[in-house]
RNA sequence: GGCAGGGUGGCUCAGUGGUACGGCGGAGGACUGCAAAUCCUUUAUUCGCGAGUUCGAUUCUCGCCCCUGCCUCCA
């Protein structure tokens, strides 16, 4: 079975085709850095971190490409709040936002351009809109792009433009001659940070970022662009409308949404404050629980965040790493020779990233495994499939030992104990090893006897 | 109002025209000095409601109810 993908564009899953083959050129859309980001954008990084490396596990070279908008409303208003450059700002949070997809265990894109380093190739592109009267200078010395110019405008948010209620929720600007049409090139104020171009010194507006540097990167038609499911309008319906009109070109040919992180079934978003920061989660939870628990759904449907949820989501990595470190004891590695991955994990991943479905299968490797190494069986495949589905997900990546035993414990001291607990048991005072058992149980330390000795970890 | 996506066991989450995957939790058993872990068994006559198509529908069609999202910045 071949790659399916659920082609927004489209609302149907199709088998996916390169351009080149063998070759992939994907976009996601990144984050505006002005802040911390939270547990919804987490998803997004860590959605299309499985989707790359699936993809080069089916052997293509992918020229993976997520930008990073450094200038905009935002982060000029948050500079000014904390009285810092707007490059101090951006730096720091694109810093920031380096620590937490690396905690998360995602891979760093090919490329991750600035739209600040971009500046000609968007004003080219406008330019080109111009030229073709898809762009107009509006009485506030703004270009506008023209809308109505594009008769395409709608197909990827299924929506036409006659029907929506423009202007029912936000004042539509007088000097826009359709209320749709978006901004191409912002007038700087005095003191906003500006670049000269032919219509004066400004800014670019948000959408035209994504098509220049999409398009600069991967060509004028590429194969998949992704981003959040709040994108699909009208940022992602604007860049179709830019990109298309200015090259000619077909843009992305795949688009692929992931949905919201919800808290009590509602949006996690910034404006409604229901949110969490990535780092105030991983305080309290490793990074890879929160990696399980976005892994236990489906890309495209809604998540419901709670502590409840990531405690599921732990226990049931807790069982994995269980595995795993029964197989370090054991003296099976699972690795050398090409491990090769189960049938059923290679046709969920391809059936658009089942990750739920791949997560079964690695549960029922897991169940296996435990099996065959408590009858002294050869285990020696089924690790290898262990561990290769476990990379390919970015999941039971840690030190095992450490898995369990992290955190703030005096680990001398706890083997000490054991010890103590151990010479009792030998003499039959079964009265101190249990003692021994619940002090420690009430620090969190849970002690667990097997053939080859005492073990503990942190509950 | 328009458009999009949902409603599956105590919770969660997959899936299929022929009575439902996995995880968490619960119950019983093996094992253990006791535990823990692990393994085994078990835990939805049923997939929002009603009708239709069909030999047969949770899966297809129609209608209805409910939920969420987008239509403004938002991953």
């Known amino acids: 079975m071949s790659l399916m993908l659920y082609n927004t564009i489209k609302r149907e899953k199709e088998a996916f085709v390169p351009i080149r083959p063998g070759h992939i050129g994907m976009y996601v859309c990144g984050v505006t850095v002005y802040d911390y980001c939270h547990v919804g954008h987490a998803r997004v990084m860590i959605v299309f971190d499985v989707i790359y490396r699936w993809l080069m ?42 620590a937490d997809a690396d905690a998360l265990g995602c891979l760093r894109p090919t490329h991750e351009p600035r739209a600040t380093a971009h500046m000609d190739a968007m004003i080219s592109m406008i330019q080109a809109l111009m030229e073709k009267d898809m762009a107009y200078v509006s009485e506030s010395g703004d270009v506008l792009y023209a809308v109505r110019g594009f008769s395409d405008y709608g197909q990827l948010s299924g929506k036409k433009i006659d029907e929506l209620e423009s202007g029912s929720r936000v004042d539509v600007d007088q000097s826009k001659r359709d209320p749709l049409d978006f901004v191409l090139w912002k007038m700087a104020k005095a003191d906003e940070p500006a670049w000269a171009s032919p219509w004066g010194q400004g800014r670019p507006g948000w959408h035209i970022e994504c098509s220049a540097m999409s398009c600069g990167h991967l060509g004028d038609t590429f194969d998949i662009h992704g981003g959040g499911m709040d994108l699909k309008f009208p940022h992602h319906e604007n860049e179709i409308a830019q990109a298309r009109a200015a090259n000619g070109g077909g843009f992305a040919r795949y688009w692929l949404h992931n949905g919201f992180v919800n808290i009590n079934a509602e949006k996690m978003s910034k404006s409604l404050g229901n949110f969490f920061t990535i780092r105030e989660v991983t305080e309290r939870y490793h990074p890879e629980v929160l990696r399980m628990f976005m892994l236990g759904t489906h890309y495209r449907s809604p998540l419901d965040f709670s502590d409840a949820a990531l405690d599921v989501a732990k226990s049931g990595l807790d069982r994995l790493y269980k595995t795993a470190k029964r197989c370090q004891e054991s003296g099976v590695t699972g690795a050398g020779g090409q491990a090769l991955l189960p049938h059923h994990f ?15 299968v690695l549960f029922d490797t897991s169940r296996a495994l435990n099996k065959g190494l408590n009858e002294a069986q050869d285990v020696t495949a089924l690790a290898g499939q262990f561990t290769a589905m476990s990379a390919l997900l970015g999941i039971v990546q840690q030190d095992t030992a450490i898995w369990f035993q992290s955190g703030d414990v005096d680990a001398a001291a706890i083997e000490a104990l054991i010890e103590e607990r151990l010479q009792a048991r030998k003499n039959r005072d079964f009265a101190r090893a249990d003692a021994i058992r619940n002090e420690l149980s009430a620090q969190g330390i849970v002690l667990e006897d097997s053939a080859s000795g005492t073990t503990w970890k942190k509950n």
């Open 57 to 98: 596990h089916s052997g293509f070279d992918v020229d993976y490409v997520r930008n990073f908008t450094d200038v905009d409303d935002k982060i000029i208003k948050r500079a000014a709040e904390r009285g810092i450059a707007i490059d101090a700002l951006t730096n720091e949070m694109i810093d920031a936002f380096h």
């Open 346 to 360: 290679t046709t969920a991943m391809d059936d658009d990233f089942n990750t739920p479905e791949a997560l079964a």
